[in-house]
């Protein structure tokens, strides 16, 4: 049998795995120089924007939504297809979470459905770039303008990706991206939040440590409700040697895609009945390959079926409203059909950095095998 290929693996080299050693011996293992180094090459990435890092791309939502001073009787508005702390960071500040559908084609939020769920108690919106593939940026901020909401950008899985040849976090309002183990650069688990000003940046401070304010040697305050929610250098170590290495990562990931593309060929949806992601070579970073299954095949058969060919596939994601949370918050099924379906039958198939195309084909050939059997 051959080796098992897993969906996603994350890539560390030996001066990132020198540089965390040096880091450890160095004394210095919480928050300190490390930290400081990559929230300043984040920021020289973003145009120069503040940039805070976090021990997870979740508190980073949470945080941008209190800054955003939102809260109990707000209403955000969000997409039922992502990873579930997308909506329960909007519980978490108290507010109320209202989904749009999704576009059956990119699978990221509907804009147009959007601004129909648009309501005198909306007070933001969070899009999520599913894949690393952005929403219509221009729309997205238009819409925003227009009815005098924030924006709070689920770039989760978008580090690298760009908008008109602008990186994602160069530009709008916050902007969240997660470093998670499986995301393009990782740093084991963390996140990043960039922000608009600078007093954004000192009250972003204060909500991941405590909501402390320090002041000479001994003077101390507390004046927000602050959680801990910092960075560790190792985990900085880690982002410095991955982030250095960005440009090389997107584009290994963006060539693989269109090894998935070349291999598949054209008559891939009419022979098999899936449905491929939008072919964007420009903007997206390719962070997941994702199809969705035809009806005729549930997705545990099919993972079951790719893992006997010792192939691993993810999922993401399950519906948001369909969880037993939001069912009880009034949520049930049809009420958005494409979601549902998109999330009944999507599937990640192999995508890091580390495969070549030969791994593409393989995972190809055993797919095919798989949908047309």
């Known amino acids: 049998m051959s080796e098992f290929l897993p969906f996603s693996r994350p890539t560390i080299d030996e001066a990132t795995i020198a540089s965390v050693v040096e880091t450890l011996r160095s004394g210095w293992i919480t928050s300190g120089p490390k930290v400081q180094e990559f929230e300043k090459q984040l920021s020289e990435h973003f145009g120069g924007r503040p940039v805070r890092t976090f021990n997870s791309g979740t508190c980073t939502m949470e945080i941008a939504l209190r800054i955003a001073g939102i809260g109990h009787g707000d209403e955000v508005i969000t997409t039922p297809i992502s990873w579930v702390a997308t909506a329960n960071v909007i519980l978490e500040v108290g507010a109320t979470p209202v989904f749009a559908d999704v576009d059956p084609v990119t699978r990221n939020i509907d804009l147009d459905k959007v601004e129909a769920a648009i309501t005198p108690r909306t007070k933001a919106i969070i899009p999520v770039y599913l894949a690393g593939k952005p929403v219509d940026m ?222 593409v084909e393989r995972t190809c050939v055993a797919m095919c095998e798989v949908l047309k059997n």
């Open 138 to 359: 221009d729309h997205l901020y238009k819409i925003a303008a227009r009815h005098k909401l924030r924006v709070v950008e689920d770039a989760a899985q978008a580090i690298g990706s760009t908008w008109q040849g602008k990186p994602i976090g160069s530009f709008g309002d916050f902007v969240s991206f997660s470093f998670q183990a499986n995301k393009n650069i990782t740093t084991s688990e963390g996140g990043c939040l960039v922000l608009n000003n600078a007093e954004e940046a000192a009250l972003a401070e204060k909500y991941r440590l405590q909501g402390v304010t320090r002041s000479g040697y001994d003077g101390i305050e507390v004046d927000v409700l602050g959680g801990k929610f910092n960075m560790t250098d190792i985990a900085a170590a880690i982002g410095l040697g991955q982030f250095a290495q960005l440009n090389v990562i997107t584009a290994q990931r963006r060539k693989l895609a269109r090894h998935y593309f070349a291999t598949l060929g054209k008559d891939f949806e009419a022979q098999t009945g899936a449905q491929l992601p939008p072919a964007d070579f420009e903007n997206t970073n390719w962070h997941l390959f994702q199809i969705v299954l035809p009806e005729r095949i549930t997705r545990a058969d099919f993972m079951a079926r790719m893992k006997d060919k010792s192939i691993g596939i993810g999922y993401h994601y399950a519906p948001i409203h369909l969880f037993k949370l939001y069912r009880a918050l009034g949520f049930k099924e049809g009420m958005f059909p494409i979601a549902e379906r998109v999330g009944r039958q999507i599937v990640s198939l192999p995508m890091f950095a580390a495969m070549n195309e030969s791994d």
